[in-house]
């Protein structure tokens, strides 16, 4: 059942550039929303609904990245603005539990399958993307081995959570095949994302 948004996504981005935003949120964003429609896919859930967490996860990144103890605190008041519902809040919250960054949230843990899907998708675009770059911001032809070697290396990509990443697992998805379902969704929007 396909659940009701109170607002579109030309409405979503707009709420996104009330505040300060540089091009790299933009391409997390847009990958995190794309990897979650891609996941969405998959499971035969609602791809909108789904689409739109990845989208909006960070609203409140261009107020709290020099805060971070305030990050996805503020977003309950930008999300309530907009009319979005507590449970739709909450699961965007939860990318945030378990941060010692962010102390309100620290003893909190993911429990649903949603959450540990959200948190794993805006997680690995870090990874990918960082392996783009490398590559010369080539995603076209990157496979799946190469980023397993990227993902196996701790010195690549430092600040990249990997252990949030190993979340998809606990949804019944192998690393390999989200690896596979994340770099396809990044491919489908390379332009937009400043990658080639």
Same mark, same amino acid.
């Given at each position: ?52 967490? %990845? #989208? ?10 020099? @805060?971070? =103890?305030?990050?996805? $605190? +503020?977003?309950? &008041? ?67 081995? %190469? #980023? ?10 430092? @600040?990249? =959570?990997?252990?949030? $990443? +190993?979340?998809? &697992? ?27």
């Amino acid at each position: 059942m396909a659940e009701k948004l109170p607002i579109t996504r030309e409405q979503a981005i707009e709420i996104l550039k009330k505040y300060e935003q540089k091009d790299s949120d933009w391409n997390h964003y847009y990958a995190s929303e794309a990897i979650m429609r891609k996941l969405a896919e998959k499971f035969g859930e609602d791809v909108e609904y789904w689409a739109m967490l %990845g #989208l909006l996860h960070d609203v409140d990144w261009g107020l709290t990245r020099e @805060n971070w =103890k305030e990050h996805c $605190i +503020k977003a309950k &008041e930008i999300l309530n603005a907009a009319g979005f519902d507590d449970k739709f809040i909450q699961i965007v919250q939860s990318h945030g539990y378990s941060y010692e960054e962010i102390p309100s949230f620290k003893e909190n843990k993911r429990t649903e399958k949603i959450e540990h899907v959200l948190v794993a998708s805006e997680t690995i675009t870090g990874l990918i993307y960082a392996y783009a770059l490398m590559r010369g911001k080539r995603i076209s032809d990157m496979d799946v081995s %190469g #980023l397993k070697k990227k993902f196996k290396d701790k010195s690549f990509a430092l @600040n990249c =959570k990997r252990d949030l $990443i +190993k979340e998809i &697992e606990l949804v019944g998805i192998s690393l390999d095949e989200f690896f596979i379902l994340a770099i396809e969704a990044m491919k489908g929007i390379k332009s937009d994302i400043g990658l080639v």
